[in-house]
T-cell receptor, first 118, second 115 residues
Framework: AQKITQTQPGMFVQEKEAVTLDCTYD???????LFWYKQPSSGEMIFLIY??????QNATEGRYSLNFQKARKSANLVISASQLGDSAMYFC???????????????FGKGTKLTVNP | EAGVTQFPSHSVIEKGQTVTLRCDPI?????LYWYRRVMGKEIKFLLH????????ESGMPNNRFLAERTGGTYSTLKVQPAELEDSGVYFC?????????????FGEGSWLTVV
């Protein structure tokens, strides 16, 4: 069964420093995608970054980068130069390819609460 | 371009009452999903529409939950009768035509409290 594990319920980082949020996954599928979402206190789920299992390079989106290590089945999110506005819940999620008669489902981890201190 | 919008943002109802949540996906997105997060637990898949058809409703907890997407546009999720364990955040999401790499966009969620 597919599973996402986020082992850090909470993380603290000083403003302007970098932080790594851990995510490991378990799947026997060869084709899948990995997402990171941010959920601030206002509640919305904000898409941050996506990595496909066949992508050879790590995904980057501005201050966000995904440290994808396929053999270790890890997809850690690195946030560089943390800002106060980065304080939020962060969810790692995995998606599987659409199969005939099937469905694209996101499987989520429990989330990591990041607090950026001034 | 408007994102995924959900209504109501918050709802407090008594056990046994009915609540209907609405989701308007991003215009042109054929895929529409409902997810739920019960307090302290993971976000769980409920169901997936492709246009007006239910592609997968394997995550629906029980027959008290009914989802519809008439005309392939907005969707509603009705809980009738609501129970205490239904409390949580109900997220709607949408994406373009199938393919695992399409970004899935979420709404702000509908926070349901059953008392």
């Amino acid at each position: 069964a597919q599973k996402i594990t986020q082992t850090q319920p909470g993380m603290f980082v000083q403003e302007k420093e970098a932080v790594t949020l851990d995510c490991t996954y378990d799947t026997s599928d060869q084709s899948y995608g990995l997402f990171w979402y941010k959920q601030p206190s206002s509640g919305e789920m904000i898409f941050l970054i996506y990595q496909g299992s066949y992508d050879e390079q790590n995904a980057t989106e501005g201050r966000y980068s995904l440290n994808f290590q396929k053999a270790r089945k890890s997809a850690n999110l690195v946030i560089s130069a943390s800002q106060l506005g980065d304080s939020a819940m962060y969810f790692c999620a995995m998606i599987f390819p659409l199969q005939e008669g099937g469905s694209e489902k996101l499987v989520f981890g429990k989330g990591t609460k990041l607090t950026v201190n001034p | 371009e408007a994102g995924v919008t959900q209504f109501p943002s918050h709802s407090v109802i008594e056990k046994g009452q009915t609540v209907t949540l609405r989701c308007d996906p991003i215009s042109g997105h054929d895929n529409l999903y409902w997810y739920r997060r019960v307090m302290g637990k993971e976000i769980k898949f409920l169901l997936h529409f492709v246009k007006e058809s239910k592609q997968d409703e394997s995550g629906m907890p029980n027959n008290r939950f009914l989802a519809e997407r008439t005309g392939g546009t907005y969707s509603t999720l009705k809980v009738q009768p609501a129970e205490l364990e239904d409390s949580g955040v109900y997220f709607c999401a949408s994406s373009q035509e199938g393919g695992g790499g399409n970004t899935i966009y979420f709404g702000e969620g509908s926070w349901l409290t059953v008392v």
